[in-house]
């Protein structure tokens, strides 16, 4: 069965950079289309970026301009490039696909905050 480890999350001050990895395992013919999510307690999950081929992307409003999210489909693996991020990305974040009819079990995901 397909599973997707999440890694790179970390402390950073607002305004840093992290750069969040997503890696297949298991049999998959295509990480493509691919989401990244994030949760934070007692919320809901939400996509906050998309991937559905190489080029093809859509973020969420509130990461537009400062997230980049990108794929190496020989590798099975995503990545969400984070850039200017503030106190509110503090989060765990995932990746799975985009349709629910389609999602595998949830990671562990990796947790991202920032502060001072």
């Known amino acids: 069965q397909v599973q997707f480890v999440e890694s790179g999350g970390g402390l950073v001050q607002p305004g840093g950079s992290l750069r969040l990895s997503c890696a297949a395992s298991g049999s998959i013919f295509s990480i493509y289309p691919m989401g990244w999510y994030r949760q934070t307690l007692g919320k809901q999950r939400d996509l906050v970026a998309s991937?559905?081929?190489?080029?093809?992307?859509n973020y969420a409003d509130s990461v537009k301009g400062r997230f980049t999210i990108s794929g190496d489909n020989d590798k099975s693996t995503a990545f969400l490039q984070m850039n200017s991020l503030k106190v509110e990305d503090t989060a765990v974040y995932y990746c799975?696909?985009?349709?629910?009819?389609?999602?595998?079990?949830w990671g562990q995901g990796t947790q991202v905050t920032v502060s001072s």
């Open positions: 991937i559905f081929t190489e080029g093809q992307t």
């Open positions: 799975n696909a985009i349709d629910s009819n389609l999602w595998v079990p």
